[in-house]
């Protein structure tokens, strides 16, 4: 006796399985376009503006990330999702958390105790809306040339690019698992009738 449902669901997560590979390749595509269009711009705003215009000079001595990745779990599949941060973003991630570290000290300065009535209970992405992060193209000047502009928009798509890849890899990987355990399955089943035995039921 075959089991029908056991072999639907393998033929599923085939199927599921090559179309995760074909947008796990498809991806990885955009994110080489995007970072080689990137490149070629900088370098075409290099040329426009001079190299010393647009290089490590121009850095500030403290940098804060205008984004950053978070890790959430979603039917037991890791996936990411990019958040804008800001300095307010990164000193409080968790407001309920500082507010109670800071109720607890009592010995510290009345400033310290206080809860900021602004940020109570929101969460990051509430935050970084309060404080957009400062953009990095400002370092090399307001009057920029295009070229750099359209750097900064390759290298952005390059990030959501590279997160969209991690994702799919994350999601690839937990299919991957399911399809081992199914065949896994049914291999026990294949054994239990060549000799002679009742199989056990799929329970899902």
Known sequence: MVDKKLEAKLDLLC???????HEIDKTKREQEDHMKEGYLC???????????RVSQLQYPSEMVASVT????????????EIIHG?????????????ATLRKRNKTNDRKEQEIDPVTEGKSIE????LTPAINPIHWFGFLVPRALRLAQESFSKAIEASCALCNLQSRYEHTLTEYRKSRTRQKELDDQLTQGGAPEPETS
């Open 15 to 21: 199927v599921e399985l090559l179309e995760l590979v």
């Open 42 to 52: 900088l370098a075409k705003a290099r040329y426009e503006i001079g190299v010393d």
């Open 69 to 80: 990745v978070h890790r959430r779990t979603n039917q037991e599949v890791d996936q990411l």
């Open 86 to 98: 800001s300095r307010l973003e990164q000193k409080q991630e968790n407001p309920k958390e500082e």
């Open 126 to 129: 509430d935050v970084s809306q």
